[in-house]
């Protein structure tokens, strides 16, 4: 396998880790840093403080960096957008038009050009650099996508992907890693032409799959069936797992629960009666389960990961950090899923 560079790319954070089959787990680098969203998002808020105008080009990365163009538009000044970069903020770009911003591919006079990205290459290699470290044989990463749906609302388009996990690929978790990455999923593919071609997943998937990195948690898994939650910091997403196979998907906005919520839908989730419709109409993405069997037991020992898990706190669940460190969950799950695929 040799060096591995992975990164869970979220909304607050990139976690990362070097990864080298040949060094012991615990004396891997590992960085828990900006996100890609807020280190342009902080460049947009400078020019907006020295009162420049901005012309946003090079990829369709995460969205968090729309609220700095917004504050940017706020102040009075003049934002513009290659085609590529605009999808950042819609699929459809009636929509970005709509915000004020103009879509040209050439950077208008007196405007600051800014790079999108959720990989900037060269960045990097001044970092490794910097931390003498060599640059890694390498680069997988993980990062949450909605997939492109113009004219459709992008929770339903989202649970294509779920559907077609649970149905056409019998809920194997190791399909959670692409070694393409489906058409629709315009940001993580251009997450994978940045990063050379490696493999990807959605944030999410690959958080869930680190559970699955410690192995006590997936030798019980063949035992019975168990929950798998990622509480991250803008999205939920739940896996039922047993016997090698996912059983449903339940996902929902973190910032629309409270804890007494979410342990409410994650018990009907179990039992398999939470409806797509139930969540969706709680502004969610939504809930989908295959046949649950009477082997999985209910699938009642839940284990919780991400950076607000504290919401279960008070629960009946687990709290593992795969690889010893939780923040790390995505970046074990894409070692994980790697290996799953061999």
């Not at 102040?75 to 699929?91: I, M, S």
């Not at 997943?201 to 898994?221: C, H, N, R």
């Not at 209910?298 to 669940?317: E, I, K, S």
């Amino acid at each position: 396998m040799g060096t591995t560079l992975c990164l869970d790319i979220g909304s607050g954070t990139q976690d990362v880790l070097l990864y080298s089959p040949e060094m012991e787990l615990e004396n891997c680098p590992k960085f828990v840093l900006p996100s890609p969203a807020i280190q342009v998002g902080r460049r947009i808020a400078a020019l907006t403080a020295q009162g420049r105008n901005i012309w946003l080009h090079g990829r369709n990365m995460g969205g968090g960096v729309t609220r700095f163009v917004r504050a940017h538009l706020k102040a009075g000044l003049k934002a513009a957008a290659e085609r590529n970069a605009a999808f950042t903020f819609a699929d459809d770009l009636t929509r970005v038009t709509d915000m004020g911003i103009e879509l040209t591919d050439k950077c208008p006079d007196g405007f600051e050009p800014v790079a999108l990205t959720d990989f900037d290459g060269a960045w990097w290699k001044r970092f490794m650099k910097t931390a003498e470290l060599d640059w890694p044989d390498n680069i997988v990463a993980c990062a949450q996508d909605h997939g492109f749906h113009p004219g459709k609302s992008n929770r339903m388009g989202r649970f294509k992907v779920w559907n077609e996990l649970l149905n056409d690929q019998e809920g194997r978790p190791e399909a959670l890693i692409h070694d393409t990455a489906p058409e629709m999923m315009t940001r993580l593919k251009d997450v994978q032409e940045s990063i050379g071609g490696g493999m990807v997943a959605d944030t999410g998937a690959a958080a869930v799959l680190g559970a699955l990195f410690v192995p006590e948690i997936e030798e019980e898994s063949f035992r019975r069936g168990i929950t798998l939650v990622n509480v991250g910091n803008s999205h939920t997403i739940a896996f039922l797992l047993y016997n090698g196979r996912i059983f449903g998907v339940y996902e929902q906005h973190t910032g629309i629960v409270d804890g007494p919520k979410l342990w409410s839908d994650l018990t009907e989730f179990r039992r398999g009666a939470l409806s797509f419709a139930q969540v969706f109409e709680d502004r969610g993405h939504g809930c989908l389960t295959r046949e649950l069997p009477a082997e999985a037991q209910g699938f009642a020992p839940t284990y919780v990961l991400g950076p607000r898990r504290g919401l279960l706190q008070d629960r009946d669940v687990s709290f593992p950090a795969p690889g010893g460190d939780m923040m790390l969950a995505g970046c074990f799950g894409l070692i994980k899923g790697m290996r799953l695929g061999k």
